[in-house]
């Protein structure tokens, strides 16, 4: 990996350590913290949210289970107290009923007379409450009260303080307005053959005129059939009718209003149309009678009976006014909120109901009882049998499989019959209820989903046994209170609503106070980010800055030990490096400076040396110069006048003479040349120069004094020059043409017969120069030594031929200080062949 | 100014030597003067318009080279054919005298053939 220039030297290096040892653990260390900061915010923010969330499960459960246990605890006590109300109204009724008794027995007691009747009449009265005028509300949606009752709790008094706690007060208990009306609508006196000698009514609801009660027809709707009874009873007897009276028919169930009616394609007359409380308060009104009759004795015979026709309104009163609420009473039943009281008879008929239409009666026509509301598959049963109703029913069992999955018939509805009759009304299970606790004369209650309500609905038995009501512990037969389940705990329902909007609230709330939290928690790790990021680069920004420094001071003395290292490689070799400090630098620094001491040493040495060398060098080179020079001097004189004396003397001997002194100058001269030249080349002294040489130019000129020798001694001559030869090449062309002379001389001398021969060629990169001669040639174990100093065979030929024995030894010289070699091939007596390659 | 033809003056501290350059000269017709010093020398050539000066380099006194560079100061001096007559025989010599002023060098020991060569050469 290449590392960036700055990182390359240590310096660079040792920030980068630093960088990577403080750095990283520091970047991972803010990390680390930074990380574990967004775990516990997260986890907080669970954990906070969380106990919000189970606080408030906490507090729902907590509303739920007290709203549950208050709803519970509220039905209970309802329930305890509708119960109550239930056996108390049973009670009052069997009570009433029983007064009802006594009043027959005083009737039978009198002396039958108009008068008397009338007197017992008049003497027997109660109040009844109805309700006033109602009408229809102006935009026919419902009935309302002419003239509106607002009750108010009347506190004129201050309330003390220590009764302020839940002080409440009601007004007077209200049940309508009082009417006082006779309790019986007639009383009769029956002859012992049913005819009516005495007869005083009320009203105007029985036949006024005398009858035969024998006859039913006579009877009061047709319906009675209780003269029969009549004859059974003993002395002291009492005998008490079923409540019997003309069945009200209705248009339609529920509220009667002109939309309803129109929707039912019936023209809307409230007051054809039964009576049903605040559902139609105009309604044509279910009237019946209860009959009492007992034997009038005179002289220890039955002479006659007297009968007392109750007003069955006084019955509906127990039942009518109660309202199983905080209400208590009522003018007007509200059938439409589940919350009323209603009376059964002995065979569970209804004989009192808010809705009038629902009480079960009779045909006035015909005196036969009226259809009763039956379930589909009853009333199919009926309509197939093809029998008045009465008598198809007389042939069905009672409360057959009654249950809520069953559907009223339709058609009963259409027809608006709808008394209720509990062994045929087979789609409402609680008639079998109501007879499961009160058969045995206690009573009870349970909770039903009817008509789209959750009622409690209780019953009890009315504890009347007089006569046919004798023959079951049910007596007279049962009070039936239901009540809209809802109502009883509608303060816990309240609480609960209330609790729900303060759960609501104050989930609300904890959700705000979540989010700010949350918030808090997001704001809170963001500053702590900021912070801890922050100061981590802070703290990463001083640290590359310590690592800088701390490089620099680290680095600052080796950059200054290189210098100097530097310094003293360039040549300051006087350079010292600080070696004051006692550490491995000191130490480094120490042994830098002992070597340098030491090289120092060393280069004065070589200095000195090489001085010296080149003061003998230069001697050298003085002695060769001098010793040249004045050898030279000499000869000077000796040659020249040799020469001169050779030209001035007549006699040929003296000429020879003077010749020899003249040959052994040149000689000498010779001599003196090529020692001074060994001398030079071997001291070094000699250079050599590089120049371009035209060489056919300079072998041509070379060889021309060469062939007039030759050719003096009768040898012929031969120059060959190959045609690929360079025009010139790069040589000392002096030296080359020593050289040439040399073996060109030497070829000369040692050839007596045939030919001398130089060719030139280019052999392998090389110019090669061949000198070949067909002279006396050299021994093979010469050829070895020829080249050496003063080896010319055996110095014989030397002195026989006059050669220096230094030319050869120059030759080689020469040729391997100008980068060539020289080779030589030879045989004695045919010739020898030098060839010198010179690179070209 | 001009020089005196065929008149040469060798300059050399040796008779000898003197004495057979100027034997050869005159061999060839030419008149020459003789100084044993390069300050005689320097005298001489006040006095005469030499064509042609033998000069020795290794002398007492003026060497040749001092004595050429004055020969060569003097009116005639660059009209002057001065050579050196020396026993200094290395090229590098050579060299060096051609470069101090120097027309030619006659490295001893002389020979008649060389004389003539450069007498010839003058003319």
Known sequence: ??????????????????????????????????????????????????????????????????????????????????????????????????????DIRQAAALDPSEASFRRFLAERQR????????????????????????????????????????????PPEYLGEAERRPLFVEMTYIDLAGNEKIKVTHGNLTDKRLRNVAERSNTFVKAESYFPELKKLK????????????????????????????????????????????????????????????????????????????????????????????????????????NYAFIWDYKSRSISHPRDYMIIGYDPQTGRPATPWMDEELYAEWQASGKPSDEFLAGVQPFRDQNLKRKPARELVKAGTLGLDCRYLNFSPQCGGWNAVTEHGGSGSFVIFFSGLWKLTTAAAIPYYTGQYGKTPQGFGFVTIGANVDDFHKAATETAAKINTLVAQKDASFKAQRSELLDHISDSLSATALGLWGSTLLMVIVVIGIAVWMAGLLTHRITAMIDGIHAFQQGDLGRRLDARSADEMGELANSFNRMADSVEESFKRLDQARAEAEEASRQKSAFLATMSHELRTPLNGILGFAELLKLELADPTHQEYAGIIRQSGEHLLNLVNEILDLAKIESGEMTFKHIPTPIAELVTECAAGHQVAAESKGLRFALHLA?????????????????????????????????????????????????RDTGIGIPPASLDTIFEKFKQLENFLTRE???????????????????????????????????????? | MPTTPRLALVVDDQPTNRLLASTLLKR????????????????????????????DISMPGLSGEETCARLRATPQGAAMHIVAYTAHAFPEDRERLLANGFDDTLIKPISRQRIEELITHLG
């Open chain 1, 127 to 170: 109040d009844i409450h109805q309700h006033g005028q109602w009408k229809l509300a102006d935009d026919g949606k419902s009935w309302i009260p002419e003239i509106p009752v607002v009750r108010e709790a009347k506190v004129t008094r201050p309330i003390l303080p220590d009764n302020a706690k839940d002080f409440h007060a009601r």
């Open chain 2, 28 to 55: 060839w017709g030419w008149t020459v003067l003789e100084a044993e010093s390069g300050e005689a020398a320097l005298a001489l050539s006040g006095e005469h318009a030499f064509r042609l000066v033998l000069l």
């Open chain 1, 801 to 840: 031929h006059g050669g220096t024995g230094l030319g050869l030894t120059l030759v080689k010289q020469l040729v391997d200080h100008m980068g060539g070699r020289i080779t030589l091939t030879s045989e004695v007596g045919v010739g020898s062949t030098f060839t010198v390659f010179l690179p070209a």
């Open chain 1, 723 to 771: 045609a690929d030869l360079p025009e010139q090449f790069y040589t000392d062309p002096m030296r080359l043409r020593q050289i040439l002379n040399n073996l060109l001389n030497n070829a000369v001398k040692f050839t007596e017969r045939g030919e001398i021969s130089l060719a030139v060629s280019l052999k392998d990169g090389d110019v090669a120069f061949t000198v």
């Open chain 1, 1 to 102: 990996m290449q590392l960036p220039a700055f990182m390359g030297g240590i310096r660079g290096k040792l920030i980068a350590i630093f960088v990577l040892i403080k750095v990283v653990p520091l970047l991972l260390l803010a990390w680390f913290a930074w990380h574990a900061t967004s775990l516990l915010g997260g986890d907080v923010s669970e954990k906070a949210g969380g106990m919000a969330d189970a606080m408030l499960a906490t507090i729902k459960t907590i509303g739920t289970t007290v709203t549950d246990d208050s709803i519970r605890a509220l039905d209970l006590r309802s329930r305890e107290a509708i119960e109550a109300l239930t056996t108390d109204t049973a009670k009052e009724i069997a009570s009433f009923l029983y007064d009802r008794d006594s």
């Open chain 1, 235 to 338: 002395p002291g007897d009492i005998y008490v009718s079923d409540v019997i009276g003309a069945y009200v028919p209705t248009q339609l169930i529920g509220p009667y209003l002109p939309a309803a009616l129109d929707k039912a394609g019936k023209p809307f007359t409230p007051e054809e149309s039964a009576y049903a409380g605040t559902e139609n308060p105009v309604g044509k009104r279910f009237r019946g009678i209860v009959r009492w009759a007992t034997p009038v004795i005179k002289g220890g015979q039955v002479a006659g009976y007297v009968t007392l026709a109750l007003d069955h309104d006084h019955i509906r009163q127990f039942s009518d006014r109660l309202m199983p609420t905080e209400e208590r009473f009522t003018p007007i039943a509200d059938a439409i909120k589940g």
